[in-house]
T-cell receptor, first 112, second 113 residues
Framework: GESVGLHLPTLSVQEGDNSIINCAYS??????FIWYKQESGKGPQFIID?????DKRQGQRVTVLLNKTVKHLSLQIAATQPGDSAVYFC???????????FGSGTKLNVKP | DTAVSQTPKYLVTQMGNDKSIKCEQN?????MYWYKQDSKKFLKIMFS???????INETVPNRFSPKSPDKAHLNLHINSLELGDSAVYFC????????????FGDGTRLSIL
């Protein structure tokens, strides 16, 4: 079946440090992955996505790495800021292009 | 200029009641969704509509009935509410059904007394 999991439920980092949030998925048919950020009282907000024909994609201060061999996805946030404090979810689309399976989330705490 | 808006933001009601949550998107997207987020923050898809046609219907009790009057609206009606229905319900939309990022509303927190 499809499942997405996160290695660390809570991650605390110092402001200015880099953060790495990891995600494992089990469905080798998944070909599209998304990272979302959810702040308290808000809905998930799109951060960055990657398709299975790539292994790295960069955005503004964020990088997503995809390792299809071990079915692993990571989100790197450079120079973490207090505003980055939130819960981060990875999502994969499994067999269905339109049906996303979400991981259980990692809470990122940024200490000033 | 809210992209995906859902109402109400909070809904507190008694067990056994019937309630509706409304969702509207002004992004011109073809596909809309309903998700349920439980107390452990786990997000699970419930339904998806593409151009008013139901395309995803997870194993959701038939007390839950989505209605899409047009592609900009997807409402969720819940009959005979139960304690286990307490959760945050999120509406989302995407450009089309083919693997696109989803834009979420800010959620409706449903509390059953």
């Amino acid at each position: 079946g499809e499942s997405v999991g996160l290695h660390l439920p809570t991650l605390s980092v110092q402001e200015g440090d880099n953060s790495i949030i990891n995600c494992a998925y089990s469905n080798s048919a998944s070909d599209y992955f998304i990272w979302y950020k959810q702040e308290s009282g808000k809905g998930p907000q799109f951060i960055i996505d990657i398709r299975s024909n790539m292994d790295k994609r960069q955005g503004q201060r964020v990088t997503v790495l995809l390792n299809k061999t071990v079915k692993h996805l990571s989100l790197q946030i450079a120079a973490t800021q207090p505003g980055d404090s939130a819960v981060y979810f990875c999502a994969e689309n499994g067999y269905n292009f339109n049906k996303f399976y979400f991981g259980s989330g990692t809470k990122l705490n940024v200490k000033p | 200029d809210t992209a995906v808006s859902q109402t109400p933001k909070y809904l507190v009601t008694q067990m056994g009641n019937d309630k509706s949550i409304k969702c509207e998107q002004n992004l011109g997207h073809d596909t809309m969704y309903w998700y349920k987020q439980d107390s452990k923050k786990f997000l699970k898809i419930m339904f998806s509509y593409n151009n008013k046609e139901l395309i995803i219907n997870e194993t959701v009790p038939n007390r839950f009935s989505p209605k899409s009057p047009d592609k900009a609206h997807l409402n969720l009606h819940i009959n005979s509410l139960e304690l286990g229905d307490s959760a945050v319900y999120f509406c989302a939309s995407s450009h089309n059904r083919d693997g696109q990022p989803q834009h979420f509303g800010d959620g409706t927190r449903l509390s059953i007394l």
